[in-house]
């Protein structure tokens, strides 16, 4: 390691810790300026290549997953931490496919797991720009389906998306005064009519 201030490729090691995410960070001193600065030493993974949808090949990126589930969190009691931990788990989660390759699709359907355990919203809006559907009908079908029962602990409360509200509209009390002017009107104007006819004459009949 050289010195960042006079170059010197000698120094000694001050204190260590241990980082959250298992980097190494170190506290060192120049042996020749005596200057003082920090390190951070990370371990080397071999993440596999992400096939996406059109055949294109990318690194995989923890920074993207972690932006796309911030995106889908957004105004939502998920916690930073909790988004931090769910990266680390699908990092682990490939790393330990020992794989090259990856779909996309099958970190998507992790990633829609790792959501539904968190909260119920984020996990509809993430699966609502991930997957494509035909219609309501097809997007009801497809989340209330079982593909992720081998990915998602299905112990936790779930929210059903099928259930709808129903509604029964009630008049308030003007409405209903209103409502009810308008029958006494129509009734009144219907029974004119019946008098009207009962003492109306033939003209023929005299």
């Not at 009390?173 to 019946?194: A, F, G, V, W």
Request: hydrophobic share 30%; net charge positive.
């Amino acid at each position: 390691m050289k010195c960042p201030f006079c170059g010197h490729s000698e120094d000694k090691v001050l204190d260590t810790r241990v980082q959250k995410d298992g980097g190494i960070r170190r506290r060192r001193e120049c042996l020749s300026c005596k200057s003082r600065y920090s390190t951070l030493e990370t371990v080397m993974l071999n993440y596999p290549f992400v096939i996406k949808k059109d055949g294109r090949r990318e690194p995989f990126s923890k920074e993207k997953i972690l932006r796309g589930l911030q995106a889908s969190c957004q105004k939502r009691p998920v916690s930073l931490s909790q988004l931090e931990a769910a990266v680390e788990k699908i990092s682990s989660w490939v790393i330990t496919r020992g794989e090259g390759e990856i779909a996309s699709r099958v970190i998507g359907r992790r990633l829609m797991a790792e959501l539904k355990q968190l909260d119920d919203v984020a996990y509809i809006r993430f699966a609502s720009v991930y997957r494509t559907f035909k219609d309501v009908q097809d997007f009801v079908e497809k989340l209330e389906g079982d593909e992720l029962i081998d990915m998602v602990d299905s112990s936790g409360p779930q929210m059903s998306l099928t259930a709808v509200p129903t509604y029964q509209p009630q008049l308030i009390p003007q409405q209903q005064m209103l409502s009810t002017n308008i029958e006494t009107t129509q009734k009144r104007k219907t029974d004119e009519t019946k008098i009207t006819r009962a003492g109306t004459t033939d003209p023929l009949s005299n």
